[in-house]
């Protein structure tokens, strides 16, 4: 598996049968197989019916929050989220707190898997709905519980100017940066947002959305779970077509400014993606410069 950060842990098969016969034996003979990475963990299919979770850095603390707060909040949701089944504890070989969760079948949303875009639209955002108005029970925007998706934009143009430059340097003539900019520019003179802070899901991609007969059944990492601004937790709706994103809008009653600050950090999100993973990550290079296509063609479109 391609790094992806300068400091990950390395994973293989032997590390996670050490672990699980160190901490769960009764697992260790399970069969085992790769099913994927993110930008934060890798992930593996243990037996038939579990998960295992293991961040890919050290500063990565994912395991815990979705650990701690997964149990609480999904109970509140409309549709299935990962169940952890396992809080896996550091050692020697592997200084990292990591999961085990219960495995849910389905497949990544895309156009041979859904069957209808406004439908699915409509049920993500149901999704958002319940999750932005559940209780925070004492949760607080701090600790690993605060990330800049729920911020303000303005903290981080400095960042953002950067990913500007660095997607000019890489793409070339085929996408409109300065277009870009220009609305990442717009978005930083519109008020901000006033509204209270809720939970995010925090990286609402289609590879996090899992479709069953051809409808939104479940949805998966909770790695970014934070507390904030729900402006960003729109922004991933620009990797969807263009019917699931009015969908969404329409059920969830966006105003203009929150939309407007929603494509800001889309745009964010996708330069800085292109920037930072144009030697090393080619499908999400392409997921981001999808993004940015749409976001072009909705603003060209009015």
């Known amino acids: ?11 293989d098969e032997t590390l996670i049968r050490s672990l699980l016969r160190a901490q769960r034996p009764e697992w260790a003979g399970l069969p085992l197989a790769p099913v994927g990475a993110g930008s934060d963990n890798t992930m593996y299919r243990l037996g038939e019916d579990l998960l295992v979770r293991l961040p890919r ?3 990565a603390g994912s395991a815990r929050k979705e650990q701690e707060w997964l149990p609480r909040l999904a109970p509140l949701l409309p549709c299935p989220v990962p169940e952890p089944v396992h809080a896996g504890t550091p050692t020697d070989a592997f ?5 085990v969760h219960r495995w849910i079948d389905g497949d990544e949303a895309g156009p041979d898997t859904v069957r209808d875009w406004a439908a699915f639209g409509a049920d993500l ?11 925070l ?9 605060s990330w800049y998706r729920g911020g303000l934009l303005g903290p981080c ?13 890489t793409v070339g003539p085929g996408l409109d940066v300065d277009a870009l900019e220009r609305l990442w520019r717009a978005a930083l003179t519109l008020p901000e947002p006033r509204g209270p802070h809720v939970w995010l899901h925090g990286d609402l991609r289609p590879t996090n959305l899992l ?12 790695g970014a779970l934070s507390v904030g601004f729900p402006d960003a937790e729109h922004a991933p709706v620009w990797d969807l077509p263009a019917r699931a994103r009015r ?5 969830l009653d966006l105003d203009d400014a929150t939309w407007e600050r929603a494509r800001a950090w889309a745009i964010a999100v996708g330069v800085s993606g292109i920037s930072y993973y144009w030697h090393t990550w080619p499908a999400f290079v392409a997921e981001c410069r999808a993004r940015l296509r749409a976001i072009l063609t909705d603003a060209a479109a009015g």
């Open 1 to 11: 598996m391609v790094a992806l950060h300068e400091d990950e842990i390395p994973v």
């Open 57 to 59: 850095t050290a500063a």
């Open 95 to 99: 200084p990292v707190a990591w999961s």
């Open 125 to 135: 955002a149901a999704v958002v709905r319940a999750l932005h108005g559940a209780d």
């Open 137 to 145: 029970m004492g949760a607080t925007r701090a600790g690993d519980l």
């Open 157 to 169: 143009d400095a960042w953002v100017g950067a990913a500007f430059e660095g997607c000019r340097a």
């Open 211 to 222: 479709v069953r007969d051809g409808a939104l059944h479940a949805v998966i990492d909770f």
């Open 247 to 251: 969908a969404y809008r329409d059920v």
